[in-house]
């Protein structure tokens, strides 16, 4: 007599059948929950791109009057008053929309780990949801993983975005009488490859502060005030991720100061080698000349950056940023494997 009752598989053929895991369940999960921030995140971002290119293309069209008008802020006559005016105020707007650039691009690396730190790892452990996940065959790593998978991706196509944008913002208004220099801090942190690094550090950073803390509020507070510590230090040490050049030259021999160059240090050098700061004849009595003989220097010397080495400096930092963000996320790995297998 035959029966309807299908066999019963053995143990190879049931671990062949078995749906393998992947990170598309949690990826969905992430996007669905979150999808309100994420989606406000993106069309901020869109309209300050937008924003940056309308004031950019308005700048333009002033500076093409100005420049038209035969008029020159340098020697105003009757008449162009209010087209010099119109030319300056524009271009102190572009200098604005620049600097206030460079600050979110800083901040932007905070907010993203802060979201990766407290909604999307510290919430989950401190309410106990991830349970949830972790019962329905997500194993622990790969619930961390899609949590740093989906914001990873918005960093880099968020600071991409923008610092795309800010080049091409800079790039077209480096001659203002207003503009910043590409080694300043506003510039700098928004061209590129440093914003891509600083998002993901902040992003690694976050979630191994997340795991460590478990409480949301804190997590959050932790990777903002660890990554701005981080922040300063780079900046502290930044002009010497790279070696400088030295000009040395006669004490009032008319030295030119090189064009688009960061000045990093000055001062006086004697026929030894020694030198001597910058202010050490300040508060003499005696002729320039005679005190710097008397302490037997005779030439300056000057340590500069052109602007030739805005890239190795920049691929240098990236690197550093890129190994912090890397031990970062192992480690992150590993406290994850110790506190839950």
Request: positive net charge.
């Amino acid at each position: 007599m035959s029966t309807l009752t299908p066999p019963k598989p053995d143990a190879a053929t049931a671990a062949k059948a078995a749906p393998k895991a992947s990170l598309r369940g949690p990826v969905r999960v992430l996007l669905r929950v979150h999808r309100r921030p994420l989606r406000i995140m993106g069309a901020a971002v869109l309209l300050w791109i937008l924003g940056m290119v309308g004031i950019a293309l308005w700048s333009d069209r002033v500076a093409e009057d100005y420049a038209a008008s035969g008029c020159s802020f340098e020697h105003t006559v009757i008449g162009c008053g209010d087209i010099v005016r119109g030319y300056l105020d524009s271009q102190m707007r572009l200098n604005g929309v620049q600097i206030w650039t460079g600050l979110l691009m800083m901040a932007l690396p905070a907010a993203f780990g802060a979201f990766i730190a407290g909604p999307a790892i510290a919430r989950e452990l401190e309410s106990g949801t991830f349970r949830l996940a972790w019962s329905q065959s997500v194993r622990p790593a790969r619930w961390l993983a899609a949590k740093l998978l989906v914001p990873a991706v918005l960093a880099v196509a968020t600071t991409t975005a923008l610092a795309t944008a800010s080049s091409w913002f800079w790039s077209r208004h480096d001659d203002s009488p207003y503009a910043s220099a590409w080694f300043e801090r506003a510039v700098y942190g928004v061209l590129g490859t440093v914003p891509v690094a600083y998002a993901l550090f902040g992003l690694a950073l976050g979630a191994l502060l997340g795991l460590l803390v478990r409480r949301t509020v804190t997590a959050m507070a932790a990777t903002a005030i660890g990554y701005g510590l981080v922040l300063m230090a780079v900046n502290t040490v930044r002009s010497g991720l790279w070696p400088t050049r030295t000009d040395v030259f006669p004490v009032r021999s008319g030295y030119e100061f090189p064009p688009q160059a960061w000045s990093v240090a000055q001062g006086y050098e004697t026929s030894t080698g020694e030198r001597i700061p910058v202010d050490a004849c300040l508060m003499s009595q005696d002729d320039l000349v005679d005190c710097l003989a008397s302490l037997g220097a005779s030439e300056r010397y000057h340590d500069y950056h052109p602007a030739s080495h805005f890239w190795p400096l920049q691929l240098v930092e990236t690197g550093i940023l890129l190994a912090l963000t890397a031990l970062a996320v192992f480690a992150a790995f590993r406290v994850l494997r110790r506190l839950h297998g």
